[in-house]
C-alpha cells in the first residue's frame, strides 16, 4: 500500500504543472445558461494530503462563481477557507453547510466544498504573483501554495484554462 501511495504522490509531483483536465462547457437544458466547470487539480503540495481547487461559472450569474476547495488523500470535514493573494486574505463563504466526500471505495479519498466568490478573485488568482490556499478542517488546517514566485501549481494554471473558457463568450 505504501508503494501505491509513493506511486501516486510521485505522479502529482512529477508531472508539469502546467497539465491537467480542461473545461468543460455545456449549456444548461434548465434555463439554456453557459455552465463552465474545471475539475479539482492540485496545490503546490509539500505532502501526500494536498489541497487543490476547481471552480464552476454560470452566464445566469456571470459575475459570481462557485470555488471548490479540495483536500486530497484525506476525509475531514471543511469548515472554512481562506485566500491570501499578494499579501490580501480573503475569507470565503461557504454554499453548503456540508462536505462532499468521493465514494466509498474509489481509490484515493477526497473531500471537497463550494465557495460562492466573486469571477473577478478568480481573476486575481490567476493574475497573483503569490497565493495561498488555507483549508479549515475538522482536525486542524492544511495550507499550500496555488502559485508563490517560481512554484506554481496545477490548480493555478487550470483556473487560468477555467478563465478563458468563460471569456470565450
Known amino acids: 500500500m505504501r508503494l501505491l501511495a509513493f506511486l501516486f ?48 461559472w454560470t452566464s445566469k450569474n456571470p459575475t459570481e ?41 474509489a481509490a484515493t479519498q477526497e473531500s471537497r466544498k463550494g465557495f460562492l466568490v466573486p469571477l473577478d478573485l478568480i481573476r486575481k488568482i490567476a493574475a497573483s504573483q503569490r497565493t495561498w490556499l488555507r483549508v479549515q478542517t475538522t482536525g486542524g488546517y492544511v495550507e499550500d501554495a496555488v502559485i508563490d514566485g517560481q512554484t506554481d501549481s496545477k490548480a493555478y494554471h487550470a483556473l487560468k484554462r477555467f478563465l478563458a473558457s468563460v471569456d470565450q463568450g
Open 9 to 56: 504522490f510521485a505522479m502529482l509531483t512529477g508531472c508539469s504543472t502546467t497539465a491537467g483536465s480542461g473545461a468543460s462547457v455545456t449549456r444548461s437544458g434548465f434555463d439554456g445558461a453557459r455552465v463552465v466547470t474545471i475539475n479539482g487539480h492540485g496545490n503546490a503540495c509539500k505532502s501526500m494530503r494536498c489541497t487543490g481547487l476547481g471552480a464552476q
Open 65 to 105: 462563481s462557485v470555488l471548490v476547495v479540495y483536500l486530497f488523500n484525506d476525509i475531514k470535514g471543511i469548515s472554512g477557507a481562506s485566500l491570501n493573494i499578494d499579501g490580501q486574505t480573503y475569507d470565503l463563504s461557504t454554499m453548503q453547510p456540508f462536505t462532499n466526500f468521493n465514494e466509498f471505495g
